[in-house]
Structures are given as C-alpha cells and as structure tokens.
C-alpha cells in the first residue's frame, strides 16, 4: 500500500507504519526465535519465519545457532560462540560495518548460498541438528530463488 501510495499524502502514514513495523522486526524476531510471544508454538514459527526474511537471517540456522549461544555462553572456556563479538570490540567494525550490517549481510548471503548446494558450513555441523538440515537446505534454495527473481525484476 505505501508502494501504491507513492506520490500522494497518503504515503507519509503507510510508510511511517512500515518502517516502524520494519525497524522493529529484529527484536520481534528475536522473541518469536524464542517461542514466548505467542502462547502456541505454530504462531510463533510461523512470525519467525516471516520477521526472519524481514531481518535477512536464515530462519533455521539462526535457531539452532541460538539455543547454541544460549547452551554455550563465553564465559565458558574452549566453547565457540557463533554469535559473541570479539574481544576486545573493534569499534569500528561496531560503528561502520554493523550499523549498516555490511558483513553480515556479506556472510548471512554466503551462508545461504552454501546452504542451498547442501554444503554444510561451521554453524551448521555445530548447531544443527541432522534432522533440521533438509528443511533449512529447502528455506535456503527459496531465498535464493526469491533474491535471484528480486535482482532480475530490478532491472
């Protein structure tokens, strides 16, 4: 709608709407991953894999990745942690590179890419669990198809 409105007054409120709901989509992702908005477990999945394309995280991966970082902090010695930064921080990696996630966009892509031919890389040998990997294979070949048909409708 704030496509189609593009050029009237009415865009001014649409695209307020949707870019509060976009800028705060990686928090909700972030909750959804955790199943603890909604009280069936369907919704919550089914928001996190919307809020997940929303944020550009491989919604599989990312979950198992999680319940990881969350069963293995930093503090625990001789553990690898896929989501802690590295100490001490790079101030200008923090202010540069992830304010406009210029690396992570690079890697996330790159990951799925991997994915979607099936090669399994670090965080899914790690995280994943066998029986989740087909579907995130499959979640990776869609984004890769839904990225692709963006870039030739762009041009």
Not at 46 to 61: A, G, H, K, N, R
Request: glycine content about 4%; proline content about 4%; hydrophobic content about 45%.
């Amino acid at each position: 709608m704030a496509y189609l409105s593009w050029g009237t007054w009415w865009a001014i409120p649409l695209f307020f709407i949707f870019g509060t709901v976009y800028s705060f989509a990686a928090a909700r992702w972030h909750e959804y991953g955790h199943r603890s908005v909604f009280k069936t477990r369907w919704l919550n999945d089914f928001f996190y894999d919307i809020t997940s394309f929303l944020t550009y995280f491989e919604p599989v991966s990312w979950r198992w990745s999680r319940t990881h970082h969350h069963s293995r902090t930093i503090h625990i010695k001789d553990t690898l942690d896929f989501e802690a930064f590295p100490r001490p921080v790079d101030a200008t990696a923090l202010f540069v590179t992830e304010v406009f996630s210029i690396k992570r966009i690079y890697y996330e892509s790159k990951k799925i890419i991997l994915h979607s031919l099936g090669i399994m890389t670090q965080v899914v040998i790690d995280c994943v669990p066998e029986s989740e990997r087909p579907r995130m294979i499959w979640t990776s070949r869609i984004w890769v198809v839904i990225i692709l048909g963006t870039i030739f409708f762009a041009f």
